[in-house]
């Protein structure tokens, strides 16, 4: 069934014809549009925040930027606002490269009334559509809410969970940095997962697991006889994720000779099959993650300059759990639960553990504690036995909560006394982050020596 467009529906006009743009804006307005008309498309990128607008209606050949250039520039604020490009005769072919790239659709002139309105009107009813999945798509979010996958309530996940909801509405390629079990993973999944990019195929290649000689031929696939063992032609992993995401989990272990061929396929978005000459279009967002800092990598030669450059368009960092101390109980918790069968109890977590728990130093991170709670739901015994500080209080009564606090007073009071109040060295002391600490100095009521 058709959407109708909203009445105030607006159409961006661009023509450096000031006689077209006259005659076609009383055309669209009379069909009920509302028309911005714009004699070039240089100011184009102002006028793209409106909520009505339905779409972007462009001669293709004007002085500055012309139709495909500005095609890029729509394409690059919002992807699914329509395109439609008027062109002259010798233009078509550049037309058709313009549908290629992505343009809703194009008019050759001389063209009728009928058919510039038709068209305008698709789009506007698409353009409904897609304002209308997006709304669903937020309430969905938000109903099975974000912070029911990444959990906990330290300041630098609640950072994280806000920078994942932003990225995930763009098309923008994005890099994750955490060590190693902090859930790289899991925050892909869900850039792709509240993304419009949802219902398309998911795809994670670890680069430092495959071997060297097969990356090639998984990444991009291979026709029949394309080597030794080729039988039949496969599909590589970036031509299925056609209309997703690809996820390049340790791409800092990718080798350098095929970080070039990456470098290809992100700049142009087309793939070449191993033995195959044709170049094959996909539309994929590419999430990449690293456990050392690239920019590193770049300066030890082992990475290229040109693909981090073109990888880091969006970066995020995931705080290790030593850094979020506040969390631990959280998600202790939570995956005990996850580990118990449906019914069973969960055993108590006792104050001796949970100082056991919040004072280890966790160096696998979530990916360590995870395990942890899942043996502590079978019943074995946790290997968490770090050395107790001298004076450290053993909670013996209250909530988890209070217990939490105890500690976390004890050692920041500790920390702050050995530090002469310094606040600076007390956080790199303890392994938290100043700001943090300022906050948690705040909020539980600690004085400084």
Same mark, same amino acid.
């Given at each position: 069934?058709?959407?109708?467009?909203?009445?105030?529906?607006?159409?961006?006009?661009?023509?450096?014809?000031?006689?077209?743009?006259?005659?076609?804006?009383?055309?669209?307005?009379?069909?009920?549009?509302?028309?911005?008309?714009?004699?070039?498309?240089?100011?184009?990128?102002?006028?793209?925040?409106?909520?009505?607008?339905?779409?972007?209606?462009?001669?293709?050949?004007?002085?500055?930027?012309?139709?495909?250039?500005?095609?890029?520039?729509?394409?690059?604020?919002?992807?699914?606002?329509?395109?439609?490009?008027?062109?002259?005769?010798?233009?078509?072919?550049?037309?058709?490269?313009?549908?290629?790239?992505?343009?809703?659709?194009?008019?050759?002139?001389?063209?009728?009334?009928?058919?510039?309105?038709?068209?305008?009107?698709?789009?506007?009813? !698409?353009?409904?559509?897609?304002?209308?999945?997006?709304?669903?798509?937020?309430?969905?979010?938000?109903?099975?809410?974000?912070?029911?996958?990444?959990?906990?309530?330290?300041?630098?996940?609640?950072?994280?969970?806000?920078?994942?909801?932003?990225?995930?509405?763009? !098309?923008?390629?994005?890099?994750?940095?955490?060590?190693?079990?902090?859930?790289?993973?899991?925050?892909?999944?869900?850039?792709?997962?509240?993304?419009?990019?949802?219902?398309?195929?998911?795809?994670?290649?670890?680069?430092?697991?495959?071997?060297?000689?097969?990356?090639?031929?998984?990444?991009?696939?291979?026709?029949?006889?394309?080597?030794?063992?080729?039988? !039949?032609?496969?599909?590589?992993?970036?031509?299925?994720?056609?209309?997703?995401?690809?996820?390049?989990?340790?791409?800092?272990?990718?080798?350098?000779?095929?970080?070039?061929?990456?470098?290809?396929?992100?700049?142009?978005?087309?793939?070449?099959?191993?033995?195959?000459?044709?170049?094959?279009?996909?539309?994929?967002?590419?999430?990449?993650?690293? !456990?050392?800092?690239?920019?590193?990598?770049?300066?030890?030669?082992?990475?290229?300059?040109?693909?981090?450059?073109?990888?880091?368009?969006?970066?995020?960092?995931?705080?290790?759990?030593?850094?979020?101390?506040?969390?631990?109980?959280?998600?202790?918790?939570?995956?005990?639960?996850?580990?118990?069968?449906?019914?069973?109890?969960?055993?108590?977590?006792?104050?001796?553990?949970?100082?056991?728990?919040?004072?280890?130093?966790?160096?696998?991170?979530?990916?360590?504690?995870?395990?942890?709670?899942?043996?502590?739901?079978?019943?074995?015994?946790?290997?968490?036995?770090?050395?107790?500080?001298?004076?450290?209080?053993?909670?013996?009564?209250?909530?988890?909560?209070?217990?939490?606090?105890?500690?976390?007073?004890?050692?920041?009071?500790?920390?702050?006394?050995?530090?002469?109040?310094?606040?600076?060295?007390?956080?790199?002391?303890?392994?938290?982050?100043?700001?943090?600490?300022?906050?948690?100095?705040?909020?539980?009521?600690?004085?400084?020596?």
């Amino acid at each position: 069934m058709a959407v109708e467009q909203s009445e105030s529906a607006e159409v961006v006009l661009i023509d450096d014809d000031p006689d077209v743009l006259a005659g076609v804006g009383q055309l669209l307005e009379l069909s009920d549009f509302a028309v911005t008309p714009l004699s070039s498309a240089e100011t184009v990128l102002d006028t793209l925040s409106s909520e009505h607008l339905a779409a972007v209606v462009s001669d293709i050949r004007m002085p500055g930027i012309d139709g495909l250039a500005l095609l890029d520039r729509v394409r690059s604020v919002d992807a699914d606002l329509p395109v439609i490009l008027i062109t002259g005769h010798g233009d078509v072919p550049m037309a058709v490269e313009a549908m290629r790239n992505g343009a809703y659709d194009f008019i050759e002139k001389p063209f009728s009334s009928d058919r510039l309105i038709g068209s305008v009107k698709k789009a506007a009813e !698409k353009r409904a559509l897609t304002r209308e999945n997006r709304r669903l798509r937020r309430e969905l979010a938000s109903a099975s809410g974000i912070d029911s996958v990444i959990r906990g309530q330290s300041p630098g996940i609640a950072a994280l969970r806000q920078q994942v909801q932003r990225c995930a509405s763009t !098309k923008a390629d994005v890099l994750i940095y955490g060590e190693t079990g902090t859930g790289k993973d899991l925050v892909a999944r869900c850039l792709h997962q509240f993304s419009a990019r949802s219902k398309g195929h998911f795809v994670a290649i670890n680069c430092a697991a495959l071997p060297e000689s097969l990356l090639q031929s998984e990444f991009f696939g291979y026709a029949p006889g394309a080597f030794t063992g080729a039988a !039949k032609r496969r599909i590589g992993k970036f031509e299925y994720a056609d209309g997703g995401t690809v996820f390049l989990d340790e791409i800092e272990g990718m080798p350098l000779h095929l970080q070039a061929e990456l470098l290809r396929v992100l700049e142009n978005r087309v793939i070449v099959r191993l033995g195959e000459n044709e170049e094959i279009p996909i539309d994929i967002r590419v999430v990449s993650a690293a !456990k050392t800092d690239l920019s590193q990598a770049v300066e030890e030669g082992r990475f290229r300059a040109d693909l981090y450059y073109r990888l880091n368009v969006l970066s995020m960092s995931i705080p290790p759990l030593r850094e979020r101390m506040e969390d631990i109980s959280l998600l202790f918790q939570h995956f005990v639960h996850q580990a118990l069968a449906d019914g069973e109890e969960a055993p108590v977590l006792t104050p001796q553990l949970l100082q056991a728990l919040v004072t280890h130093d966790w160096p696998g991170n979530v990916r360590e504690l995870q395990a942890a709670a899942t043996r502590h739901a079978l019943g074995f015994p946790i290997e968490v036995d770090p050395e107790e500080e001298a004076g450290m209080p053993v909670a013996t009564s209250g909530t988890l909560e209070e217990s939490i606090a105890r500690l976390e007073r004890h050692v920041i009071r500790s920390a702050l006394a050995s530090t002469d109040g310094n606040v600076e060295q007390a956080s790199t002391l303890i392994g938290v982050p100043k700001r943090t600490l300022y906050h948690k100095i705040k909020a539980l009521g600690i004085e400084k020596p």
